[in-house]
């Protein structure tokens, strides 16, 4: 199983970013994928979780409404789109799957991209 | 709100020692869906210890988790130099919480 973010960068307040992650060495569809993130400094936080079909969506309070999270089946990629970024948004941001009928517990993450949002 | 509160902050053990690092939520959590994380600076977390006391795979026995209603306790008996990192517990299910972390320093 291998998990590879991409995406992350520098943006102004304000501004938008698409975060991918690409799977590999399983079955992409047949999995639930999440998105995790950490400010510099601190712990852990779930910011989405998407069903393997795409079909359920969930998203913490922080980021609902400016986040979107999606899934091209067919290109074994997990997305993050976040508009409206903000200071606190600024964060490693990690993809990684759930294990099997076990909504937000994650079996496997990725090595992370680091999302800076300053003007 | 749920609020998972860990304890201590860092820990500053040798090689060796027993470690044991409590997670103590606000209101009662289901066995079912507790969970502990290994996350070392630039690597990947790692997942532990789920359903509060099973191993995931690969975990070596060194590792135990137990606890029940809001006192949760993850204990490595025998700490080996790879073992210093942050852990976290974490509530799982359709929206995960995690405690805030406690640092295993050595000593």
């Known amino acids: 199983v291998k998990l590879v973010e991409s995406g992350g960068g520098l943006m102004p307040p304000g501004g938008s970013l698409r975060l991918s992650c690409a799977g590999s060495g399983f079955a992409f569809d047949s999995y639930a994928m999440s998105w995790v993130r950490q400010v510099p400094g601190k712990g852990l936080e779930w910011v989405s979780s998407i069903s393997g079909l795409g079909g359920s969506t969930y998203y913490a309070d922080s980021v609902k409404g400016r986040f979107t999270i999606s899934r091209d089946n067919s290109k074994n990629t997990l997305y993050l789109q976040m508009n409206s970024l903000r200071a606190e948004d600024t964060a490693e941001y990690y993809c990684?799957?759930?294990?099997?009928?076990?909504?937000?517990?994650?079996?496997?993450w990725g090595q992370g991209t680091l999302v800076t949002v300053s003007s | 709100e749920i609020v998972l509160t860990q304890s201590p902050g860092t820990l500053s053990l040798s090689p060796g020692d027993r470690a044991t690092l409590s997670c103590r939520a606000s209101?009662?959590?289901?066995?079912?869906?507790l969970a502990w994380y290994q996350h070392k600076p630039g690597q990947a977390p790692r997942l532990l210890i789920y359903e509060t006391s099973t191993r995931a795979t690969g975990i070596p026995d060194r590792f135990s988790g137990s606890g029940s209603g809001t006192d949760f306790t993850l204990t490595i008996s025998r700490l080996e130099p790879e073992d210093f990192a942050v852990f976290y517990c974490q509530r799982y299910g359709t929206s995960p919480l995690f405690g805030q972390g406690t640092k295993l320093e050595i000593k």
């Open positions: 209101q009662s959590v289901s066995t079912s869906f």
């Open positions: 990684a799957r759930i294990v099997s009928r076990n909504w937000g517990l994650l079996e496997y």
